[in-house]
């Protein structure tokens, strides 16, 4: 039962989190750029050539009690995460190339600091991948799995995971790959029967991702997804989720154009400044921008980006600010760029009494770069999620909003997009479960 602290915030108890010991097995999905800069970079870290920017679960700090206490230890601290040491990584591919040599192909990393760390990065050999062409129309994969249904494949999937745990002693997977074509959920997505079904009868609402996911969330696996691809975002593999405690979070590394979005518009939206339109094109020319440039997998991407303002703006409450924005992405593959995506905004806002203003936004950024922490920091997170009772029943884990475009939530409970509120939701998360206050930021006790 929840208590009050003299002066203080709500807390409850603390949680009977089972302590991360052990090895904990990273599945990764897609052994591309993102990937193969998040293990080299955890290796980098792990041997002293590196810090690990850019992350939350290691640089980051959480405050306790009041602000006079002085009281914020590093989260990692805090709560039991995963040790970076104990981190073991395998995966799958469409294409055979080992880390060392997609991460060589990718050119994301400097060739001498790859060079570094060329032994440990050869030893991890992807897996045959499930992969079909109709859902990604750009690649065309050589290293993929054989069957004659969707069953048959998943069924490969969870031979690879139940063999991959007699090595480590807990399994988190997460999707690295690309983007697949637009999907709505249809009736195969409605329950889990269906769903399975649907596996025997290769029905086409199932893409790769889905494929994947079941196969984790079967064998109580907690499944991140990184792409905006319809994936655990139906109520099949929601129900699968609960029924194995396996956590989900939603989809889509929020990491260059939209990072920036969630960022601003909750800074206009605060001082009541409107909005009249926001343009937002990016150039970039590595293997997501190459998928991208086909109109079904883009669609996929375009409705991941477009959310995020208007949930943030509520155009229903303030018709007057934000009722008649217009809003237009454009993504364009650009060759030369590779993975140093440059991400450009045009906002017209307007301030007291009407009067017209400009806000120009170039952000220079790189993909993987951005998003390597970010899959670092779910990874460790989900299997925080799973050794934590109360998280663990619950299927979905709003509380990582804060890394993703797209975040899930409860059927008929709108998501929060803000990136403020969702850091807030999520160090709130941690000071709960560790039985810890919760930080409202009242702040009047200091003037009793």
Known sequence: MATKQQGGPKTAAKQKIAPATGKLGVMVVGMGAVATTLIAGVEAVRRGLAKPIGSLTQMGTIRLGKRTDNKSPLIKDFVPLADLKDLVFTGWDIFPDNVYESAVHAQVLKPETLAKLKPYLETIKPMPAVFDQYYVKRLNGTHVKKGKTKRELADQVIADIRAFKKKVDRVVMIWCGSTE??????????????????????????????????????????????APNLTVDAPALIELSKRNAAPICGKDFKTGQTFMKTVLAPAFKARMIGVSGWFSTNILGNRDGEVLDDPGSFKTKEESKLGSLEYIFQPELYPDLYK???????????????????????IDIFGWLGYPMQLKVDFLCRDSILAAPIA???????DLAKRTPELR????????????????????????????????????????????????????????
């Open 376 to 382: 670092l920091d779910l990874v460790l997170f989900l």
């Open 324 to 346: 008649n924005i217009y809003h237009k992405i454009r993504i364009n593959y650009y060759p030369p760029r590779g993975d140093e995506k440059e991400a450009w905004d045009n």
């Open 393 to 448: 029943s619950i299927g979905i884990q709003e509380w990582l909003s804060f890394y993703l475009k797209s975040p899930q939530t409860a059927e008929g409970l709108y998501p929060e997009h803000d990136l403020f509120i969702q850091s807030m939701k999520l160090k709130n998360t941690l000071r709960h479960i560790m039985g810890a206050g919760l930080i409202t930021h009242l702040g009047l006790e200091y003037y009793d």
């Open 181 to 226: 074509i637009f999907l709505e959920p249809s009736a195969v997505h409605q329950t889990l029967k269906a769903f399975e079904k649907g596996l025997e009868t290769n029905d086409p609402g199932i893409a790769p991702s889905q494929i994947y996911a079941y196969a984790a969330l079967s064998e109580g696996v907690p499944f991140a997804n990184g």
